[in-house]
């Protein structure tokens, strides 16, 4: 690792061949970026015919900085025309891109890649505007059980949090209201559930919930900056689990804790029909399976948060239930679920008609159990703690 000063580094890897340069780069002369431009040359010295550089981090680049990085990246273009350079750009920092792409339009050999707009195969479909009523209705049933919960894991008022993967902000806007927090930021990747998240808190007056659009597993927040860090229902949809905690024990302080729920959705059940409904959620588990997502995480979050280096881990269980408040809720829950698991992602999966009806039938019957007045539905949920040790 090199730093060249308080704010800004450049550090070769050379096992992805990838310059990785960070922080604030604002040199008020050439000479400031020696350093960057020193272990630039040396890694393109030293790298094969293909080498990237990594700006995701970048969150200040001032014209003196780039036409340095213009002038070597130029150069290297001319003298080695074999060479491919791929500045890879995130969405995070909305001018990185449209910067280097100017300069790859002039250099064959130069590409720019913004590595977020598809860098998880289930992306589209939590992304868009069909996960929000999943997420609205979730949230409203979990609630109930997890206000008693967090503390048991440590929450309490005037504490500074995090909510990463916030989703449709609802979650920050019950613990804005109940636990007072110092300062609350709430983090996502999906551009429509943040314009969600931000028109309800404005309705509700809430002004100071720090909405932030943000990539969850490289994220500008600083160091050790919260004594309380969420993540909710969104471990599990990352194929590299272990990349997200170790941002989210990052950011959180010694002494701090980090809480994360999952679920294990082969084991949501009901009566009457258990059979079917049964089928219907070992097969969710097997779809989200097939786009890299581990919906059975839930009964793994002890050994993820040890393997992150948390220590003082708990773990509790709880089970959402259509006894808890009105039943309708819950079922809610479920057609949302049937709409996007069934009408999108099985299609996508290219599942057959029949194998959709059969699936589509668990859905229904679970909502069945859910609003039977003899029935009983229920979706089991893992609420799991660790501590940043000191
Ligand atoms: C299943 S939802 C859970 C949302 C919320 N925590 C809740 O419980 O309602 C997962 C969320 O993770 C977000 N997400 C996925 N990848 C992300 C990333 N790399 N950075 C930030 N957010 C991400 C999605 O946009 C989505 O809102």
């Given at each position: 690792?090199?730093q060249?000063?308080?704010?800004?580094?450049?550090?070769?890897?050379?096992?992805?061949?990838?310059?990785?340069?960070?922080?604030?780069?604002?040199?008020?002369?050439?000479g400031?970026m020696?350093?960057?431009?020193?272990?630039?040359?040396?890694?393109?010295d030293?790298?094969?015919?293909?080498?990237?550089?990594?700006?995701?981090?970048?969150?200040?680049?001032?014209?003196?900085a780039?036409r340095?990085?213009?002038q070597?990246?130029?150069?290297?273009?001319?003298?080695?025309?074999?060479?491919?350079?791929?500045?890879?750009?995130?969405?995070v920092?909305?001018?990185?891109?449209?910067?280097?792409?100017?300069?790859?339009?002039?250099?064959?050999?130069?590409?720019?890649?913004?590595?977020?707009?598809?860098?998880?195969?289930?992306?589209?479909?939590?992304?868009?505007?069909?996960?929000?009523?999943?997420?609205?209705?979730?949230?409203?049933?979990?609630?109930?059980?997890?206000?008693?919960?967090?503390?048991?894991?440590?929450?309490?008022?005037?504490?500074?949090?995090?909510?990463?993967?916030?989703?449709?902000?609802?979650?920050?806007?019950?613990?804005?209201?109940?636990?007072?927090?110092?300062?609350?930021?709430?983090?996502?990747?999906?551009?429509?559930?943040?314009?969600?998240a931000?028109?309800?808190?404005?309705?509700?007056?809430?002004?100071?919930?720090?909405?932030?659009?943000?990539?969850?597993a490289?994220?500008?927040?600083?160091?050790?900056?919260?004594d309380?860090?969420t993540?909710?229902?969104?471990?599990?949809?990352?194929?590299?689990?272990?990349?997200?905690?170790?941002e989210?024990?990052?950011?959180?302080?010694?002494?701090?804790?980090?809480?994360?729920t999952?679920?294990?959705?082969?084991?949501?059940?009901?009566?009457?029909?258990?059979?079917s409904?049964?089928?219907?959620?070992?097969?969710?588990?097997?779809?989200?399976?097939?786009?890299?997502?581990?919906?059975e995480?839930?009964?793994?979050?002890?050994r993820?948060?040890?393997?992150?280096?948390?220590?003082?881990?708990?773990?509790e269980?709880?089970?959402?239930?259509?006894?808890?408040?009105?039943?309708?809720?819950?079922?809610?829950?479920?057609?949302?679920?049937?709409?996007?698991?069934?009408?999108?992602?099985?299609?996508?999966?290219?599942?057959?008609?029949?194998?959709?009806?059969?699936?589509?039938?668990?859905?229904k019957?679970?909502?069945?159990?859910?609003?039977?007045?003899?029935?009983?539905?229920?979706?089991?949920?893992?609420?799991?703690?660790?501590?940043?040790?000191y």
């Open positions: 690792m090199s060249f000063s308080p704010s800004f580094s450049a550090e070769f890897d050379d096992i992805n061949q990838e310059i990785v340069l960070s922080g604030r780069i604002r040199p008020s002369s050439p400031e020696a350093g960057v431009v020193d272990v630039i040359r040396r890694s393109l030293s790298s094969g015919n293909v080498i990237y550089l990594n700006i995701k981090r970048v969150t200040h680049l001032n014209m003196t780039f340095c990085l213009e070597i990246l130029t150069e290297a273009c001319k003298t080695n025309i074999q060479r491919k350079i791929i500045v890879v750009a995130s969405s920092i909305a001018w990185s891109a449209p910067l280097f792409q100017t300069l790859a339009s002039s250099q064959p050999n130069l590409s720019v890649e913004i590595y977020d707009s598809a860098f998880y195969p289930g992306q589209t479909f939590v992304e868009d505007e069909s996960f929000i009523p999943i997420l609205r209705t979730q949230t409203k049933m979990t609630w109930r059980h997890e206000r008693e919960i967090l503390p048991r894991h440590g929450m309490r008022n005037g504490l500074s949090i995090a909510d990463i993967c916030c989703g449709i902000g609802d979650f920050a806007t019950l613990i804005k209201r109940q636990f007072e927090p110092a300062r609350l930021v709430a983090l996502d990747h999906s551009k429509r559930s943040l314009d969600y931000r028109r309800v808190a404005a309705e509700f007056g809430l002004t100071s919930i720090e909405y932030t659009y943000g990539d969850a490289q994220m500008l927040l600083a160091d050790n900056q919260f309380f860090v993540c909710r229902h969104s471990l599990q949809i990352f194929d590299r689990p272990d990349i997200l905690l170790r989210l024990f990052r950011i959180c302080k010694p002494g701090g804790r980090v809480y994360i999952n679920e294990k959705n082969s084991h949501c059940l009901g009566e009457p029909h258990s059979e409904i049964r089928w219907t959620y070992e097969q969710v588990a097997k779809l989200f399976s097939h786009f890299d997502m581990d919906v995480m839930g009964p793994k979050s002890r993820l948060l040890n393997d992150a280096g948390f220590d003082d881990i708990k773990v269980s709880f089970m959402v239930t259509n006894l808890d408040g009105d039943p309708r809720d819950f079922a809610d829950v479920i057609e949302a679920w049937e709409d996007v698991y069934a009408g999108q992602m099985a299609v996508r999966r290219g599942d057959p008609p029949d194998f959709i009806r059969r699936f589509r039938q668990g859905f019957d679970h909502v069945l159990a859910a609003l039977h007045p003899k029935g009983y539905a229920g979706w089991p949920i893992w609420a799991a703690s660790g501590r940043k040790p």
